[in-house]
């Protein structure tokens, strides 16, 4: 597909438009490509959806050049777009910071989203200083691109995808061009705040898909019910999968998406699959 651009006031956002039917935003989480996608778009489109991958600031094709890699400034582009597609209200699906990005989203534009679905989600949480001084050092360069990429592949406990090496590949010589490596240690440094205070303000139909292996959380399955308990809805745990469960298990993961948007868009197609109720 060509790469479509929405340009903003700092920058611009790339993204891809694919299929027809109700809107559904892809976001990827840090340090990762829309590519992220690449095997659930393809199974939502064909269940009669209009899916649409974008990059995040500072990421793959869009701009390098924002004041703001927060939550609150993916949670803006969010909006933005679903504005310019003029198609809302959209479902969103966001993992890691972008499940952050896409709660900050639904509390400042409900009219624009109609539901959340959270994979792996990061909603909490304060920059610290110790912190953001370890990932400069870890991740400057000329070596940061590719202890990125090691590290991202612990983030695939059991399973990588037989493109593994070809995408890691293309991730680390895109975080070697001027600014994406930058953005990403903003991005890690960054509080998590203005999504976790916004939780409350979420009155949206919402899922937690949250992979039982995540290297990222210390107790994963405790993450996933606190994030749906505070959003009043349900989480699913997807044995085995790590912290990017719709790339590691997307024969999994999919069936699982497709389930809550059919129920929440209202079509009528296929078995729904019932989550586990937070309490």
């Excluded at 896409?102 to 989203?113: N, Q, R």
């Excluded at 490596?181 to 509080?191: F, G, I, N, P, T």
């Excluded at 505070?230 to 298990?249: D, K, R, V």
């Amino acid at each position: 597909m060509n790469t479509q651009f929405l340009q903003l006031p700092q920058g611009k956002i790339a993204y891809d438009d694919a299929g027809q039917g109700p809107l559904v935003i892809c976001v990827p989480s840090m340090g990762d490509l829309r590519g992220e996608y690449r095997f659930l778009a393809p199974r939502l489109v064909e269940a009669g959806y209009r899916v649409i991958t974008m990059d995040v600031r500072g990421h793959g094709e869009t701009s390098t050049a924002w004041s703001d890699f927060s939550v609150a400034g993916v949670g803006a582009d969010i909006l933005a777009l679903i504005r310019s597609l003029d198609a809302g209200p959209a479902v969103v699906i966001g993992d890691s910071m972008a499940g952050g990005a896409a709660v900050w989203a639904a509390a400042e534009g409900p009219d624009l989203v109609s539901a959340l679905l959270l994979i792996d989600p990061f909603v909490r949480g304060e920059g610290q200083w110790l912190t953001s001084l370890l990932f400069k050092l870890m991740f400057s360069r000329p070596w940061g691109p590719s202890m990125w990429t090691y590290y991202y592949s612990m983030l695939y406990p059991t399973h990588k995808p037989e493109d593994f090496a070809a995408y890691t590949a293309a991730l680390r010589e895109n975080l070697r061009e001027p600014g994406r490596l930058e953005a990403l240690q903003q991005m890690l440094a960054a509080s998590k705040h203005a999504s976790e205070e916004r939780l409350p303000g979420v009155n949206r139909p919402a899922l937690v898909l949250m992979g039982a292996k995540d290297p990222d959380f210390k107790d994963p399955e405790a993450e996933a019910s606190w994030v749906a308990r505070e959003l009043h809805s349900c989480y699913t745990m997807i044995p085995g999968a790590g912290h990017y469960p719709q790339a590691e298990q997307p024969e999994v993961t999919a069936p699982l998406v497709l389930s809550f948007l059919h129920q929440v868009s209202g079509i009528n197609e296929g078995t729904h699959v019932t989550p586990t109720r937070a309490e």
